[in-house]
C-alpha cells in the first residue's frame, strides 16, 4: 500500500480551529482521587460499538484496540481502575441502539463510541436523553455533537477536514485539474465533500469532474474512475473509505490512470484492506492526525506496544482510541469521578472538565474542546511511500 506522509497544517487549521492551550496528562498516582480509588476498589465502566465483523471491521476493530491497550496501561498505573466492554454494531444504527441498551444493562458509566459517524449521531441522542457522557472516538460528523452537551469528539469534524485539505490542495497543487470521488449515501464523505466544493471555490481550484456512488451500486467504481481520466484530472480528491479506495485504485491501475489521489482520515488503512496490492497505493497523499512513523517517542511507544499486542500497525482509529482512553482517564481524575457513581453524576462531573482541560496525546498537542464538543487540533499530511505512511515533505 501507498505509505502516507504527515506534515503539519499549522497555517492552514489556524483560522479554522480554536488555538489550544499547554497542559500534559497528569502522571500516575499523582492525585488523591487516584489512591483513593485504588483502595476504595471497583472499576468505572467504559463501553463502545462499531463494526467488528463485516468490510469495515478494520475500524470498528481499530479502535476496540486502542482503547483497550489505553485503559490496559492505564489501569497498571495502579489510580481510577476501567473495564471497557465492546459491542459489535455492523455500522448500522439500528443495530447500534441494541448495542448501546446492552452497554446500559451492563452498567454502563462512558460511553467512548461509537466508531461510525452514523451510528454515533444515533447513539448520541440517546446519550443525551439518558445523560450519559459520550466522546467519540473516530465519529467526525458535526451532526454527532449537535445532539447534546454531553457529546464530544476525538476526531476531527468533516467540516474541517473538507476545509484544509482544499487549503493544502491550493498551497501545493493550485494548478491541479481535480476530480472528486464520493459517497452520496455516507454522511461522512457528503460532510467532507460539501465543505471541499465550498472551500475550492474560495480558493479558486479547478474542479472538473465530480462522481458520487451509494451504498447500494458500490460493488463498481469503474465508471466514476474513467469520468476522471476523461475530464483529465490530475489529482482526484476521495474523501471515503478505504475498502472503496482501494478498489478505486486497483482499476486506476488496470487502465494505466495515474493521478494523484488524495484522501482524509476514513482512507487510513487502505494498506490493510484484504486483497488489496498496497503497492498500487504508492503516492497516495491523506490528511490525518496520526504518522505512525514521527520520531515522537510517545507515539513510537504506542506503536510498539499496539503492534507488539495485536500484530498489525496502528492507524488514526486506533490512535484516537487510545487518546480516548487517555482523556476521558484525565478528567475522571480531575472531577473526582469514582467507580460508585452513576452514569449521570459521571457524566456531569466530566462535562465541566471537558470545557477546561488541555490535553496533549499522540494524536494532537495541547488539545481543547469547545462548547459545542469539538476538539481543537492540528492535522497532519502523510503519504504512502514504498508501502508504508511517511511524513509529507
Given at each position: 500500500?501507498?505509505?502516507?506522509?504527515?506534515?503539519?497544517?499549522?497555517?492552514?487549521?489556524?483560522?479554522?480551529?480554536?488555538?489550544?492551550?499547554?497542559?500534559?496528562?497528569?502522571?500516575?498516582?499523582?492525585?488523591?482521587?487516584?489512591?483513593?480509588?485504588?483502595q476504595?476498589?471497583?472499576?468505572?465502566?467504559?463501553?463502545?460499538?462499531?463494526?467488528?465483523?463485516?468490510?469495515?471491521?478494520?475500524?470498528?476493530?481499530?479502535?476496540?484496540?486502542?482503547?483497550?491497550?489505553?485503559?490496559?496501561?492505564?489501569?497498571?498505573?495502579?489510580?481510577?481502575?476501567?473495564?471497557?466492554?465492546?459491542?459489535?454494531?455492523?455500522?448500522?444504527?439500528?443495530?447500534?441502539?441494541?448495542?448501546?441498551n446492552?452497554?446500559?444493562?451492563?452498567?454502563?458509566?462512558?460511553?467512548?463510541?461509537?466508531?461510525?459517524?452514523?451510528?454515533?449521531?444515533?447513539?448520541?441522542?440517546?446519550?443525551?436523553?439518558?445523560?450519559?457522557?459520550?466522546?467519540?472516538?473516530?465519529?467526525?460528523?458535526?451532526?454527532?455533537?449537535?445532539?447534546?452537551?454531553?457529546?464530544?469528539?476525538?476526531?476531527?469534524?468533516?467540516?474541517?477536514?473538507?476545509?484544509?485539505?482544499?487549503?493544502?490542495?491550493?498551497?501545493?497543487?493550485?494548478?491541479?485539474?481535480?476530480?472528486?470521488?464520493?459517497?452520496?449515501?455516507?454522511?461522512?464523505?457528503?460532510?467532507?465533500?460539501?465543505?471541499?466544493?465550498?472551500?475550492?471555490?474560495?480558493k479558486?481550484?479547478?474542479?472538473?469532474?465530480?462522481?458520487s456512488?451509494?451504498?447500494?451500486?458500490?460493488?463498481?467504481?469503474?465508471?466514476?474512475?474513467?469520468?476522471?481520466?476523461?475530464?483529465?484530472?490530475?489529482?482526484?480528491?476521495?474523501?471515503?473509505?478505504?475498502?472503496?479506495?482501494?478498489?478505486?485504485?486497483?482499476?486506476?491501475?488496470k487502465?494505466?490512470?495515474?493521478?494523484?489521489?488524495?484522501?482524509?482520515?476514513?482512507?487510513?488503512?487502505?494498506?490493510?484492506?484484504?486483497?488489496?496490492?498496497?503497492?498500487?497505493?504508492?503516492g497516495?497523499?491523506?490528511?490525518?492526525?496520526?504518522?505512525?512513523?514521527?520520531?515522537?517517542?510517545?507515539?513510537?511507544?504506542?506503536v510498539?506496544?499496539?503492534?507488539?499486542?495485536?500484530?498489525?500497525v496502528?492507524?488514526?482509529?486506533?490512535?484516537?482510541?487510545?487518546?480516548?482512553?487517555?482523556?476521558?482517564?484525565?478528567?475522571?481524575?480531575?472531577?473526582?469521578?469514582?467507580?460508585?457513581?452513576?452514569?449521570?453524576?459521571?457524566?456531569?462531573?466530566?462535562?465541566?472538565?471537558?470545557?477546561?482541560?488541555?490535553?496533549?496525546?499522540?494524536?494532537?498537542?495541547t488539545?481543547?474542546?469547545?462548547?459545542?464538543?469539538?476538539?481543537?487540533?492540528?492535522?497532519?499530511?502523510?503519504?504512502?511511500?514504498?508501502?508504508?505512511?511517511?511524513?509529507?515533505?
Amino acid at each position: 500500500m501507498k505509505k502516507v506522509v504527515s506534515l503539519a497544517l499549522a497555517a492552514v487549521m489556524a483560522a479554522s480551529m480554536l488555538a489550544g492551550c499547554g497542559g500534559e496528562k497528569p502522571a500516575a498516582n499523582s492525585s488523591a482521587t487516584e489512591k483513593a480509588s485504588a483502595q476504595a476498589g471497583g472499576v468505572i465502566k467504559v463501553g463502545n460499538s462499531g463494526p467488528l465483523t463485516n468490510d469495515y471491521a478494520m475500524y470498528g476493530k481499530a479502535v476496540e484496540y486502542g482503547l483497550k491497550l489505553g485503559f490496559e496501561e492505564i489501569n497498571a498505573k495502579g489510580g481510577l481502575q476501567y473495564e471497557v466492554r465492546v459491542e459489535d454494531d455492523e455500522g448500522d444504527s439500528e443495530m447500534a441502539v441494541n448495542s448501546f441498551n446492552t452497554l446500559m444493562d451492563w452498567g454502563m458509566q462512558i460511553m467512548a463510541g461509537p466508531t461510525t459517524s452514523g451510528c454515533a449521531v444515533t447513539i448520541g441522542s440517546n446519550c443525551a436523553e439518558d445523560h450519559v457522557f459520550m466522546l467519540t472516538p473516530s465519529g467526525s460528523d458535526p451532526n454527532i455533537i449537535a445532539t447534546g452537551d454531553n457529546v464530544f469528539q476525538v476526531a476531527f469534524t468533516d467540516p474541517n477536514q473538507g476545509l484544509v485539505t482544499a487549503d493544502y490542495i491550493s498551497m501545493n497543487y493550485k494548478d491541479s485539474k481535480i476530480g472528486l470521488i464520493y459517497e452520496s449515501s455516507n454522511p461522512y464523505s457528503v460532510g467532507v465533500r460539501d465543505t471541499f466544493v465550498s472551500e475550492a471555490k474560495t480558493k479558486g481550484l479547478n474542479v472538473v469532474c465530480e462522481e458520487s456512488y451509494t451504498s447500494d451500486n458500490k460493488a463498481d467504481l469503474s465508471t466514476q474512475v474513467t469520468k476522471c481520466q476523461a475530464a483529465g484530472c490530475d489529482l482526484v480528491f476521495m474523501p471515503i473509505y478505504s475498502v472503496e479506495g482501494a478498489q478505486i485504485l486497483t482499476y486506476a491501475n488496470k487502465i494505466g490512470y495515474e493521478p494523484l489521489f488524495v484522501g482524509c482520515d476514513g482512507l487510513d488503512g487502505i494498506l490493510a484492506v484484504e486483497g488489496f496490492d498496497p503497492k498500487l497505493a504508492e503516492g497516495v497523499l491523506l490528511l490525518t492526525p496520526f504518522d505512525a512513523t514521527a520520531d515522537d517517542e510517545r507515539v513510537q511507544e504506542f506503536v510498539k506496544n499496539y503492534t507488539e499486542k495485536f500484530g498489525v500497525v496502528p492507524n488514526q482509529f486506533a490512535a484516537d482510541a487510545y487518546d480516548a482512553a487517555y482523556i476521558i482517564d484525565q478528567a475522571c481524575q480531575a472531577a473526582g469521578v469514582t467507580a460508585d457513581m452513576d452514569y449521570q453524576q459521571v457524566c456531569d462531573k466530566v462535562v465541566e472538565q471537558m470545557l477546561t482541560m488541555t490535553y496533549s496525546g499522540i494524536t494532537g498537542e495541547t488539545m481543547t474542546w469547545q462548547a459545542d464538543g469539538a476538539v481543537s487540533k492540528l492535522p497532519k499530511a502523510v503519504k504512502v511511500e514504498n508501502g508504508v505512511y511517511v511524513t509529507a515533505d
